[in-house]
């Protein structure tokens, strides 16, 4: 039975969660969040996951800004956590790791970068090549 498989894979629930209708989609998508954190050890897996959650509610929910979907999922105290303000910062730096030295070398500077990603010009001195 398709509940059956969704009740084994967490794959499988998300893409159960697709078929979902609006009015059983938040209770699902609470479940599959609160396995996502008993099932998976990995900070950055599990926040990969929640983010497709997420984005299944994104479209799911057009009419809704994601503060409330946060909210309808009940993210707000996961978002609070060490873990997975540690997995963003993590996603972060990976992110200015590519996109600094490419900025740079388009000829943008250290302050429209910093400017630009709303961070200070230290961080983004951090990621900078050095000559």
Partial sequence: MPSELGDRSLGLGILQLLGTSQKQAPAKGRALIDRT??????????????ELIETVFVYK????????????????????????QEAQEEKQNQLLEITVPLLLNKGMTVEEIA???????????RFTPQN
């Fill in 37 to 50: 954190r008993q099932e998976l050890t990995d900070a950055t897996t599990q926040r990969n996951l929640i």
């Fill in 115 to 125: 400017q630009h990603y709303k961070l200070s010009i230290e961080t983004i001195q």
């Fill in 61 to 84: 929910f057009p009419k809704l800004n994601f503060q409330e979907i946060g909210e309808m999922l009940g993210l707000g105290d996961l978002k609070q956590t060490r873990a997975y």
